[in-house]
C-alpha cells in the first residue's frame, strides 16, 4: 500500500508569487490535514479536509487555502509569498469512519521563499 | 486552549543506555495524546498513541509511554538507545481518534545518541 505522497518535495518561490502543493493519500484515506514546520513556530496546523470539505482550520491568514478533490488528492495553495512563508509543509492522511485510529503523515514539501 | 510543553530542547546519551522524554499537556477534556519521530528532512512518524484504557502504552522500535492524569503527562521512554534512534520526538495533543486534525504539537526534543 503507498503511503502519503506529497510533491514536489522542493519549491523555491520569490516574494510576491503563488505556490501549490500537492498531497495524494493513502488509497481510502478521506482525511487529509495540513501542516506547517518552521524552526520558530515548530509545528502549526493549517486545515483539515475531508470528504471534499474543509472541516477544521487553524489560525493562518486567508493567503493560506486548500482544497480536495473527489479522490481525496488535497492541494494548498499560498497567494503572495512572504520570507516568512518559507517551511516545511508536511500533510497527513486518515481514515477515521474505518476503524483506523492512525494518522500518516507524508514526507512533505520544502518550500523557500527568496 | 490546549498546550503540550516539552521543557528538553536536546538530549545526548550514551547508546545502550536508557532513555526519557518528558512531556507535559494541557488539555480540558479527555486527551488523545501522541508520541512523533521525526528525521532529518523526512516527515513525522507515529511512534505511539493513548486515547483511553491502560495508562503504559507500546509504541514501535521498542518504545513505550505512561500517560499519568494527576501530573498531566506522558513522557516517553525506551530502556536502551540504538544509534538509529538520533532524531527528533514530539509530543502531541488532540481531540480526536484516527486523524491529525487540530493536534498541538510541542517544540520537540532532539535526541543525539553517542557510540
Known amino acids: 500500500k503507498a503511503g502519503v505522497t506529497q510533491t514536489p518535495r522542493y519549491l523555491i518561490k520569490t516574494r510576491g508569487q503563488q505556490v501549490t502543493l500537492s498531497c495524494s493519500p493513502i488509497?481510502?484515506?478521506?482525511?487529509v490535514s495540513w501542516y506547517q514546520q518552521t524552526p520558530g513556530q515548530g509545528l502549526q496546523f493549517l486545515f483539515e479536509?475531508?470528504?471534499?470539505?474543509?472541516?477544521n482550520k487553524g489560525n493562518f491568514p486567508g493567503r493560506f487555502s486548500g482544497r480536495q478533490f473527489s479522490n481525496s488528492r488535497s492541494e494548498m495553495n499560498v497567494s503572495t509569498l512572504e520570507l516568512g512563508d518559507s517551511a516545511l509543509y508536511l500533510c497527513a492522511s486518515s481514515d477515521p469512519q474505518g476503524g483506523n485510529t492512525e494518522a500518516f503523515f507524508g514526507q512533505g514539501t520544502r518550500l523557500t521563499v527568496v | 486552549a490546549q498546550s503540550v510543553t516539552q521543557p528538553d530542547i536536546h538530549i545526548t546519551v550514551s547508546e545502550g543506555a536508557s532513555l526519557e522524554l518528558r512531556c507535559n499537556y494541557s488539555?480540558?477534556?479527555?486527551?488523545?495524546l501522541f508520541w512523533y519521530v521525526q528525521s532529518p528532512g523526512q516527515g513525522l512518524q507515529l511512534l505511539l498513541k493513548y486515547f483511553s484504557g491502560d495508562t503504559l502504552v507500546q509504541g514501535i522500535k521498542g518504545f513505550e509511554a505512561e500517560f499519568k492524569r494527576s501530573q498531566s503527562s506522558f513522557n516517553l521512554r525506551k530502556p536502551s538507545v540504538h544509534w538509529s534512534d538520533a532524531a527528533e520526538y514530539f509530543c502531541?495533543?488532540?481531540?480526536?481518534?484516527?486523524?491529525?486534525?487540530?493536534?498541538?504539537f510541542g517544540t520537540g526534543t532532539r535526541l543525539q545518541v553517542t557510540l
Open positions: 502531541a495533543v488532540g481531540a480526536q481518534a484516527g486523524t491529525a486534525s487540530k493536534l498541538t
Open positions: 479536509y475531508f470528504s471534499e470539505t474543509q472541516r
Open positions: 488509497s481510502g484515506h478521506r482525511s
Open positions: 488539555y480540558g477534556a479527555t486527551p488523545y
